[in-house]
C-alpha cells in the first residue's frame, strides 16, 4: 500500500520549495533578505541624503541655478536658467551645445553622490537603492514644477519644462541608474525614455495648473496662458474626469454658498465659460463643470434682474444707470451682447441632421444628456439658464420701463440694445419692447403739439409760462408693466396744467383719455433758500412733500410727518422717507423724532456745524436712511396693490370652481396663469395659503384628494 506524507513545512515559503524540488533535494535559504535587518535602520537617512544630493544636482529650489557655460560679461545666456523671471520671452532657453554639456557633466561630477551610491549599493543592494530613487526622483519632479511653476503663467512655458526634463532631469536619473548598475554609459536618452519623462512632467504640471483653477478662473484676463498648460493635460478620460471633480468640488465649497453675492457667482460663471470654451470647444467639460453653478444660479430669485440690468447697462463707461458703479452691474454683458449675435436663433445640432458637413459624433466622455449647441457664447448660456425665456422678457421689459421714463436726451442706446436683444430672443417676443419705445418716442411729438396749442410753449419748444412746466409720456396700457399705485395730493397748479393738458389731447385724439400717473416720472427742482439755490431731479412724492413747506412767511418753516401725511394723503413711511431724502440734501433738518425744519441758511463752517442744536449733520447716513425707508414704502405700495388684486383673484377662483367644479391647487393655479390679464403673480405656496384664507372664511371647503370646492350654502 502506498502512503503520501505531507513534508513539514519549513520557514519562508518552505512548501513553495517543496513543490518544486524534493525536500531531500533542496533547502530554503536561511535568511530571506540578507541585507533586511541593517537595510530597515539605514532607509531613512539614505533617503534624506539621496533627496538632498539629487535636489542640488536638479536645481530644485535654487534660483541661480543654470545649465552649462555663462561667460558674466557676454550678452549671452546660459542655455537653462531656473528662475524664470531671468527670462524676459521663454524663446532664449535654446539647445545647449556640446561645450554646455561638457561644462555641466564637470559640474555635477563634483558632487558626493557618485561614492555615496557605491557605498549604499554595498549596503542595502542595488534593488532597494533603485526603489528608494524612483521615490525621491517622483517627489523631486513634483517639488520642481511646484517650485517653479506656481503661480506663474506664461506664454511658451513648456519650453522651460521640457529642457528641464530632457537635460536635467533625465542626464541625472540615467547617470545615476548607470552608477548603481555597476556600468558607464555616455549615450543620451532614448527617445522613448524623454517622451515618457515629458508626460509625466506635463502631468504633473496639469495636476498644479487644476489645483489653481479656482485663482485662475477669478483673475481670468493675467492667467490665460494657463490654458495651453490645461490643454496638454486633459487628454484622456482620466484627466479630465479629474479636472472637473476637481474644480465642481472646489466650486461648491468657495462660490456657491450664500455668502457669495449673485453678481460675484455670475462673474466668476462667465470667466468659466470662456475658459472652458478655449479648453474644450465641444463644451463637454463645461457642461460638467457648470451644472452646480446652473442649478443655484436657477435657485437664486435676482439671478434674472442682474443679467438683464446688465444687458440693459452701458458698455462705454465705468459707471452703470442710477450712478452703480461697474462692480454692482455686470457691464461685460453688454460688451458681450453685439457679439454673435447669429447665433441666437441657432438651434441645436441634431443627431440626424444630415445636411451638417460639419457634424462630429458626441465625444466618447461625455454625459448622456449632454447637447451639443451652437449657441456657445456668454449670452446664450447665462439666457438658457431657465427653460422659458419668457422670464427674461418680462424683466427686460421691467427693466426697460425705468430706463424709458427717464428724462434723456435720447434712447439711442436703449434701440441699438433692442435691435441685438431682438437677434437673440425674436421679434415677437419683444414686441411688447417695441410698443414701449414707439410710445415714448411718440410722445415727445405729441407733448410738443399739445403744449403749443395749449399755449404753454412757443414754436421753438421755449416754455410761455413761468410756472410749473408739464411734459407728458403718453403709455400704452396693454404693454406696459404695472406701476405701483403710490396715490397722493399733488399741488393745485400741477393739477391745473393737467386739466389743460387733457383737453388739448382730447382734441388731438378724440378716442383716447389720459390716466395720470401721478407716483411715476421725475421732477425737476428749483428751490431757492436765504443763502443758496438747490436745483435737481427727485420723484414725484419727493417733490410734492417739499412743495408742502412752501411758505411765504419770513419764518423757517416746520411740519411733522403725521400732517404731512393728513396733507397729501400719503402713507407716512412715504412721507418720512421723502423727509430724510431732503436732510441728506440740506435743505430739511430733523429737530426732533419726526418734525423737520427747513434749513433756509447753513451754519458756517463745515458739514459738522449742523450737529449743534439742529439735528442730523450726517448726511451719507442721512442718504441710506432715505434709501431705506423709501425701500420700506415701495414695499408698502407693492404689498396694498397686491391686496386690492385679492378680490380679483377670489372672484376668478369662485367663478372658476362653480362652473367646473372641483379641482386640485395646480390646476388652479394653471387656470389663473391664463384667466388673469398679466399673469398670476403668486407662487404654488402662496396660492395655497390664499385658499387657506378662503376656506377660513367659509367662502371654499377642501374635498376628497385635496381638491378645492365651493362651499355649500
Not at 460688451?335 to 459624433?361: C, H, I, R, T, Y
Not at 401721478?518 to 439755490?533: A, I, S
Amino acid at each position: 500500500m502506498l502512503s503520501l506524507q505531507t513534508p513539514p513545512t519549513r520557514p519562508f515559503g518552505g512548501g513553495v520549495f517543496a513543490s518544486v524540488f524534493s525536500p531531500l533535494d533542496a533547502r530554503p535559504p536561511a535568511q530571506s533578505q540578507r541585507f533586511k535587518s541593517k537595510a530597515t535602520s539605514l532607509v531613512p537617512a539614505i533617503t534624506l541624503q539621496l533627496r538632498a544630493h539629487l535636489k542640488v544636482l536638479l536645481g530644485v529650489g535654487d534660483e541661480a541655478y543654470f545649465y552649462g557655460l555663462e561667460e558674466p560679461n557676454s550678452e549671452v545666456h546660459a542655455p537653462f536658467q531656473s528662475q524664470l523671471l531671468s527670462y524676459q520671452s521663454l524663446d532664449q532657453v535654446r539647445q545647449p551645445s556640446t561645450n554646455d554639456h561638457a561644462v555641466q557633466n564637470a559640474k555635477d561630477s563634483k558632487s558626493p553622490l557618485w561614492e555615496q551610491l557605491i557605498v549604499w549599493k554595498d549596503t542595502v543592494g542595488a534593488e532597494v537603492l533603485n526603489k528608494l530613487l524612483a521615490q525621491v526622483l517622483d517627489d523631486l519632479m513634483t517639488e520642481f514644477v511646484t517650485w517653479s511653476y506656481a503661480g506663474v503663467y506664461r506664454e511658451d512655458l513648456h519650453l522651460h519644462l521640457e529642457f528641464w526634463v530632457d537635460h536635467v532631469f533625465c542626464r541625472v536619473v540615467k547617470a545615476v541608474s548607470w552608477t548603481i548598475g555597476g556600468r558607464t554609459n555616455d549615450s543620451p536618452p532614448s527617445d522613448q525614455e524623454l517622451r515618457k519623462w515629458r508626460d509625466t512632467a506635463t502631468a504633473r504640471l496639469g495636476a498644479l495648473r487644476v489645483d489653481e483653477l479656482f485663482d485662475i478662473v477669478v483673475e481670468w484676463d493675467s492667467t490665460a496662458p494657463a490654458i495651453d498648460d490645461l490643454k496638454n493635460f486633459t487628454t484622456n478620460p482620466a484627466t479630465r474626469s479629474y479636472l472637473t471633480q476637481n474644480f465642481a468640488g472646489v466650486l461648491q465649497a468657495r462660490l456657491l454658498h450664500p455668502g457669495a453675492s449673485t453678481i460675484e457667482i455670475l462673474q466668476l460663471y462667465i470667466s468659466i465659460i470662456r475658459l472652458f470654451r478655449k479648453l474644450d470647444p465641444r463644451g463637454v467639460l463645461l457642461d460638467r463643470v457648470a451644472r452646480k453653478v446652473r442649478r443655484y444660479l436657477r435657485e437664486r430669485e435676482d439671478t434674472v434682474k442682474v443679467i438683464v440690468t446688465g444687458l440693459w447697462s452701458d458698455a462705454s463707461g465705468d459707471i452703470g444707470q442710477d450712478g452703480a458703479h461697474e462692480s454692482e452691474i455686470l457691464t461685460e454683458l453688454a460688451v458681450e451682447l453685439p457679439k454673435n449675435d447669429s447665433l441666437g436663433n441657432s438651434a441645436d445640432d441634431g443627431e440626424f441632421d444630415w445636411n451638417n458637413m460639419n457634424w462630429f459624433p458626441d465625444p466618447i466622455d461625455a454625459a448622456p444628456d449632454y447637447k451639443k449647441s451652437k449657441n456657445t457664447d456668454v449670452i446664450g448660456s447665462l439666457i438658457s439658464l431657465f427653460d422659458s425665456r419668457d422670464i427674461f422678457v418680462k424683466e427686460l421689459q421691467s427693466v426697460l420701463a425705468d430706463r424709458l421714463l427717464k428724462n434723456k436726451p435720447d434712447f439711442n442706446q436703449e434701440i441699438s440694445i433692442l435691435e441685438h436683444l431682438k437677434l437673440r430672443f425674436g421679434d415677437s417676443a419683444l414686441q411688447g419692447c417695441e410698443v414701449m419705445l414707439r410710445d415714448v418716442l411718440d410722445s415727445r411729438k405729441v407733448d410738443n403739439v399739445v403744449r403749443r396749442d395749449q399755449g404753454m410753449q412757443d414754436e421753438n419748444g421755449r416754455p410761455l409760462q413761468d410756472d410749473v412746466q408739464l411734459h407728458v409720456k403718453i403709455l400704452s396700457r396693454l404693454f406696459w408693466p404695472s406701476f405701483p399705485d403710490q396715490s397722493f395730493n399733488i399741488p393745485q397748479v400741477v393739477v391745473d396744467q393737467q386739466e389743460s393738458y387733457e383737453k388739448g389731447f382730447e382734441a388731438l385724439k378724440q378716442s383716447r383719455k389720459l390716466t395720470w400717473l401721478n407716483g411715476t416720472g421725475h421732477v425737476e427742482v428749483e428751490l431757492e433758500l436765504e443763502d443758496r439755490v438747490y436745483q435737481g431731479e427727485v420723484l414725484p412724492w419727493q417733490a410734492a412733500v417739499i412743495y408742502a413747506f412752501q411758505d411765504e412767511s419770513e419764518d423757517p418753516v416746520s411740519k411733522n410727518v403725521t400732517s404731512l401725511a393728513a396733507e397729501l394723503s400719503m402713507s407716512p413711511t412715504l412721507v418720512r422717507s421723502a423727509c430724510i431724502f431732503w436732510v441728506s440734501k440740506r435743505i430739511l433738518i430733523e429737530t426732533s423724532q419726526d418734525n423737520f425744519l427747513v434749513c433756509e441758511k447753513l451754519p458756517d463752517g463745515s458739514d459738522t456745524a449742523m450737529d449743534e442744536g439742529v439735528g442730523r449733520s450726517d448726511t451719507a447716513a442721512a442718504a441710506a436712511a432715505a434709501e431705506v425707508a423709501a425701500a420700506q414704502a415701495a414695499k408698502e405700495a407693492e404689498e396694498a396693490e397686491r391686496k386690492q388684486n385679492m378680490a380679483m383673484y377670489h372672484q376668478f377662483i369662485l367663478s372658476m370652481l362653480t362652473n367646473q367644479g372641483a379641482m386640485p391647487l395646480p390646476r388652479i393655479a394653471m387656470m389663473l396663469g391664463i384667466v388673469v390679464p398679466g399673469g398670476f403673480p403668486f407662487s404654488n405656496e402662496e396660492l395655497k395659503e390664499f385658499l387657506a384664507s378662503m376656506v377660513k372664511d367659509g367662502a371654499l371647503q377642501v374635498g376628497h384628494g385635496g381638491a378645492y370646492k365651493v362651499a355649500s350654502p
